[in-house]
């Protein structure tokens, strides 16, 4: 089984991916490819950088391009989970590659959002309420850009929907749920 995760920044991803983790299934990171890409042509790591360079691909390689990449390194006989998608033609490519996809979106409330990331402090992360509004705005829905990031759209083709804006106890009920009604197929 592949799982793909999808929301906005902050939103509570890696909550996610720790479940299913935990459950024996392989993590793969877009932002790992991006990062190490951007470290070989000598560019610093951050949110814009990697946005403008998952756009570059996606416009060079088609709309599935970061998608086939990881697709390329996943042993399709492991349960895989995918953190995060960010375009909804990554998750049609997905489900038209993949056997057993299945894509999870989470979301949460703006503010709530700008203070999980100031929190855990990622050096990729927007550090002011303007730069995050920027950020959120353009990975939400980059209008000037169909290649680009595209998560609301990506969230509407969710299999599932996490909210997230409570303790953790509420999603992780959530999560628990999601795993009873897919672990058969595990």
Request: net charge neutral; charged share 35%.
């Amino acid at each position: 089984m592949l799982i793909g995760i999808t929301g906005r920044i902050g939103a509570g991803k890696e909550t996610i991916t720790s479940f299913f983790r935990e459950k024996g299934f392989k993590y793969y990171e877009t932002s790992k490819i991006l990062s190490e890409e951007l470290v070989k042509r000598g560019l610093e790591v951050t949110r814009a950088n990697m946005q403008d360079l998952g756009d570059e691909w996606r416009k060079a390689y088609g709309p599935g391009a970061l998608m086939k990449k990881l697709l390329e390194k996943i042993n399709k006989n492991e349960n895989s989970i995918i953190d995060s998608l960010r375009n909804n033609k990554e998750a049609d490519y997905l489900r038209e590659n993949s056997k057993d996809f299945i894509l999870i979106a989470v979301d949460a409330d703006q503010k709530l959002r700008f203070e999980r990331i100031a929190k855990r402090g990622k050096p990729s992360d927007p550090k002011t309420w303007e730069e995050f509004l920027i950020v959120d705005n353009r990975d939400f829905h980059d209008l000037e850009n169909p290649n680009g990031q595209q998560v609301g759209k990506c969230m509407e083709k969710a299999d599932y929907l996490i909210i997230n804006n409570n303790d953790i106890k509420e999603p992780m009920e959530k999560i628990k749920e999601i795993w009873e009604a897919i672990k058969e197929k595990c």
